[in-house]
């Protein structure tokens, strides 16, 4: 059985189908609503994360015996620690979805993005090496957005968001220059 999925997954790249893809898609949305629904049943990300703060508990308590609030290097971390263990712990069944990843992702990865939806439509009107355009936008978002995602902020998310906008235009102006220009000789 493992061996037909594996089959079935290699198949999608080289024998590539907009259906394939979409099982795909489906495969993976099943492994993480089962990796969702195996922590929301048995708590444990919970458990860890309470475990966490239980051994960072014993650690401060350990600190505090040694009179490490006398320290004037110390005690501040030491402050920030105990502030960051008072802050509210979120709700069980809230998500909590932090939009700057999302932001980054597609900042970065804009231009290569619009050509997955034209690739997309291309598809589903079934023309001609739209399966390639496709793939190959597709691919090349990942390669740029994914990145983007692990880069630190420089103040936001939007300045961040800013560069990798004004990056693709520079790129893109050097890519009309170069290119341009050699269509325009032949």
């Known amino acids: 059985m493992?061996?037909?999925l594996v089959k079935s997954i290699e198949n999608t790249f080289v024998q590539f189908s907009f259906r394939r893809l979409l099982y795909i898609c489906f495969l993976l949305a099943l492994v993480l609503l089962?990796?969702?629904a195996f922590d929301r049943i048995t708590g444990y990300s919970t458990y860890i994360h309470i475990d966490h703060q239980i051994t960072a508990l014993e650690r401060l308590h350990a600190m505090e015996l040694q009179n490490i609030k006398q320290s004037k290097d110390l005690a501040p971390i030491f402050d920030s620690v105990?502030?960051?263990l008072k802050q509210p712990q979120p709700e069980l069944f809230s998500l909590?979805?932090?939009y700057e990843p999302i932001i980054k992702f597609?900042?970065?990865a804009l231009v290569p993005f619009?050509?997955?939806i034209a690739?997309?439509?291309n598809l589903l009107r079934k023309q001609p090496g739209a399966s390639g355009m496709f793939v190959g936008a597709l691919f090349l978002t990942l390669i740029i957005g994914i990145p983007a995602i692990l880069i630190p902020n420089w103040n936001s998310a939007w300045v961040n968001a800013g560069i990798y906008a004004i990056l693709q235009f520079v790129?893109?102006?050097i890519l009309i220059l170069k290119y341009g220009q050699q269509i325009n000789r032949k």
């Open 119 to 121: 690739g997309m439509i």
């Open 82 to 84: 105990l502030v960051e």
């Open 34 to 36: 089962t990796f969702y």
């Open 96 to 98: 909590h979805i932090s």
């Open 2 to 4: 493992l061996e037909s």
């Open 106 to 108: 597609f900042a970065a």
């Open 114 to 116: 619009i050509f997955v």
């Open 171 to 173: 790129v893109m102006i």
